[in-house]
């Protein structure tokens, strides 16, 4: 068998299983309404987000075949809105030597009118990766794409954990980060140079553990993306093997960034503190890219490696996993600030506006303010001594002296409640929810924190309910969303 035999065998195998599993698929009632899911099977990381002459490409990692992670592809999907979307054919699939067991995680450039991928390529060890090997491909039309190979191999004093390409351009240049692992299983993020795409320069490692002010900080550094914002650059990664710290790094594996300037002729990265990125259940492997407007948009996996994946109810009906909505990062007052794409507005159906509401001492339901498909806004003039919200009957959102905590049921354990928590650096003034039939985007005061989880509530329950401990005044308006659509390329 070619490896072309190869590559169109699998994109008939993953047709068929989408043929397969639609019915179940489609009946399931935690589809989502307005977020990217996969057709069938895993969809996790977001890979090669560009936007390439007036059209966005979203490519995501994907498996067709069963609810687990193994040898991927990358689904591919178009818009010129980021409201309407079309399926194109899978970009890359597991189809040769260098990438038959994935292929994995990577970004997107433009140069000389083609759109390049660079990606990783797994092969398979017994209890990891035995090898990790960074690969291109390239479009002249961003539909269909060819394989260039391997583009740069593991270098000498690093485990075969190895992976997660992100490449920009710099004054001349083009730039690489890789995440990687040592041989004294430390993470770190690697740094390339190139003229031309194709050979590739080993500069060294731009930050990691025992590098700068850290000491050891996770065991794998995955998915890192660096890009300049407002003056200064900022490095997003998401490191494993952080151990819980108070309120911090509570999920099993982090996403976060740390700030400061990249010596592009030394090739380390100065920085100050780790900080994370959501405060979340489901969050990691976020990537992001400049877009035409000069905007950086960021969209993040909606779930998390290892973490009790095999308890989401819609494992049963043949599909798994999410991805965030787009976000723009800026900067206000010196944080980086995270608020939903504009765009998202023309999902709005009509205001529902409530002026003032005063809840002293109780909870109750607000006038028109349920479903599963909508988007709140809260203002708040005053707080009592705590204030919550309940979204049908399952998760709740609770401000008390300073700390915001978002609860829910275990999804492995029902009848125990799980925590996420983060003590804000100003009192609550505001919220921007966003719920989706089985998910919540929470934007915290105008985006300074975000909560983004997965729920899983009794299907038919549309009711949100507001608890306030003293006296809490606040303005509401809500919005039924609708109007997020993905037709068939």
């Not at 054919?89 to 040769?96: F, G």
């Not at 002249?140 to 260039?148: A, H, L, Q, Y």
């Not at 060294?204 to 993306?225: H, I, N, Q, T, V």
């Not at 980086?336 to 109780?362: C, F, K």
Request: negative net charge; aromatic residues 12%; hydrophobic residues 35%.
């Amino acid at each position: 068998m070619t490896l072309a035999d190869r590559d169109e065998e699998l994109r008939e195998l993953a047709e068929a299983e989408i043929r397969k599993n639609q019915g179940s698929v489609e009946a399931d009632p935690y589809r989502l309404t307005y977020h990217h899911m996969p057709p069938t099977g895993l969809m996790n990381d977001p890979n090669g987000w560009i936007q390439w002459n007036g059209t966005y490409h979203l490519f995501y990692q994907w498996l067709p075949f069963h609810t687990g992670h193994g040898a991927k592809f990358w689904g591919h999907r178009t818009s010129e809105d980021l409201i309407h979307w079309t399926e194109q054919t899978p970009a890359l699939t597991p189809s040769e030597w260098f990438d038959k067991d994935g292929a994995f995680s990577g970004s997107a450039v433009v140069a000389d009118d083609q759109l390049h991928l660079f990606y990783t390529g797994n092969l398979d060890g017994d209890t990891g990766p035995e090898e990790e090997y960074q690969c291109a491909a390239v479009s002249v039309d961003g539909i269909n794409f060819k394989k260039k190979g391997v583009v740069i191999e593991r270098p000498e004093g690093y485990t075969s954990h190895f992976r997660d390409p992100k490449v920009w351009h710099h004054e001349g240049n083009w730039y690489m980060i890789v995440g990687a692992q040592t041989m004294d299983k430390q993470g770190q993020v690697l740094l390339y140079q190139s003229q031309d795409l194709e050979n590739w320069e080993f500069i060294g490692p731009a930050a990691g553990s025992f590098r700068g002010p850290l000491k050891a900080f996770g065991y794998m550094w995955e998915c890192p993306d660096l890009f300049p914002l407002n003056g200064r650059d900022v490095l997003i990664v998401s490191p494993q093997g952080l151990e819980p710290d108070g309120m911090d790094y509570a999920n099993t594996y982090q996403s976060g960034f740390f700030t400061g300037t990249l010596d592009y002729d030394t090739g380390s990265f100065d920085h100050g503190a780790f900080r994370e990125l959501d405060r979340g259940f489901e969050f990691y492997a976020p990537q992001t890219m400049e877009d035409e407007q000069g905007r950086r948009l960021l969209i993040g996996w909606m779930g998390v490696p290892d973490q009790e994946e095999e308890a989401h109810p819609t494992t049963a009906n043949h599909w798994i996993h999410a991805l965030t909505l787009p976000r723009e990062l800026t900067w206000k007052d010196g944080r980086l600030m995270q608020s939903p794409a504009e765009e998202l507005q023309a999902m709005r159906g009509p205001v529902l506006l409530h002026s003032s509401i005063t809840i002293e001492n109780d909870q109750k339901a607000v006038r028109g303010v349920e479903g599963r498909s909508i988007e709140l806004n809260l203002e708040f003039e005053k707080l009592g001594d705590q204030f919550a919200l309940e979204f049908y009957q399952y998760a709740s959102l609770s401000y008390r002296k300073g700390v915001l905590t978002l609860s829910r049921p275990r999804l492995d354990e029902h009848s125990k409640t799980e925590f996420r928590r983060v003590r804000l650096e100003q009192p609550l003034n505001s919220l921007r929810i966003f719920a989706d039939t089985s998910s919540l985007e929470i934007f915290v005061n105008g985006g300074e924190e975000v909560f983004t989880s997965r729920i899983f509530p009794q299907p038919e329950e549309e009711h949100i309910l507001f608890t306030s401990l003293g006296e809490s005044t606040f303005s509401i308006e809500k919005w039924n969303l609708s109007g997020w659509t993905l037709e068939q390329g």
